[in-house]
């Protein structure tokens, strides 16, 4: 019988925030691959996992997975974790996974965190539907995208580093408009964990004049939302003047 592929998220911050299977599927695996094992040794080590983790990531995860679909088909199970949140989400895993796919070889990814979640629960924006953007490109297509996005009716969500941050909710402000409503949350989970809603103008003043440390989560409203929350302001105006006049 072939092993299994089993994805394990791991915290974003808080230890606290583990699953009691994710601690027991890593403890049991024959194979663990990390996104950069510096990071989750110590991990492994709090949680009493006695093993040595081997690298995956984008810059070997193609030449590696050869090897590992080798491991699976001789029966041995194999997890893989990324530095913090779901592998696979802006982590490396999807070329993995899909190798595994071909080859029949059965693959499970347990539920845990990962950074979006609780930013779009937070941010009060519309949760019913959402796009997940990730990162943006760097340059090449980063502005067709963002004038794609322009038109966008459903929440979204982005992945954004703290000395790209300010250059983004610029971006955000000359493509989506500086009304456009948003949240940006950071150290998610952690002790200086952060939430700044308004409008992407009034986000970005907040964090001209703030230390920006940690990874980022931006979710922006969509272009109906925008509209829908000015419509509710025009009309709310209208009530509180037709109610002073009287």
Do not use: W
């Not at 050869?66 to 088909?73: A, C, V």
């Not at 000395?163 to 409503?181: P, S, Y």
């Not at 000015?230 to 003047?241: M, T, V």
């Amino acid at each position: 019988m072939t092993g299994k592929l089993y994805l394990v998220p791991t915290p974003i911050g808080n230890l606290e925030d583990m699953t009691f299977r994710a601690i027991r599927i890593l403890k049991e695996a024959d194979v663990i691959l990390a996104e950069d094992t510096r990071t989750s040794a110590p991990m492994l080590k709090h949680f009493g996992i006695d093993k040595k983790a081997y690298s995956h990531h984008q810059h070997n995860e193609h030449k590696a997975t050869s090897e590992i679909i080798k491991f699976l088909k001789e029966g041995k199970n194999v997890a893989l974790v990324s530095d913090a949140g779901t592998p696979a989400i802006s982590d490396p895993g999807f070329f993995l996974v899909r190798e595994a796919l071909k080859n029949e070889i059965e693959v499970n990814c347990l539920p845990g965190a990962t950074a979006f979640v609780p930013a779009l629960v937070n941010s009060g924006l519309p949760s019913d539907q959402f796009v997940f953007e990730g990162f943006l490109p760097v340059k090449k297509g980063r502005q067709t995208r963002l004038k794609l996005l322009a038109d966008e009716e459903r929440t979204m969500i982005f992945y954004e580093s703290p000395h790209r941050l300010l250059k983004t909710l610029e971006e955000f402000a000359e493509f989506l408009g500086e009304d456009r409503q948003a949240s940006v949350s950071r150290e998610l989970t952690k002790i200086y964990e952060e939430t700044v809603r308004g409008t992407i103008i009034e986000i970005k003043s907040h964090f001209e004049n703030n230390i920006l440390k940690g990874e980022f989560v931006i979710c922006v409203a969509g272009k109906m939302a925008s509209k829908d929350k000015g419509q509710k302001n025009k009309d709310k105006y209208k009530q509180e003047k037709n109610d002073f006049n009287r």
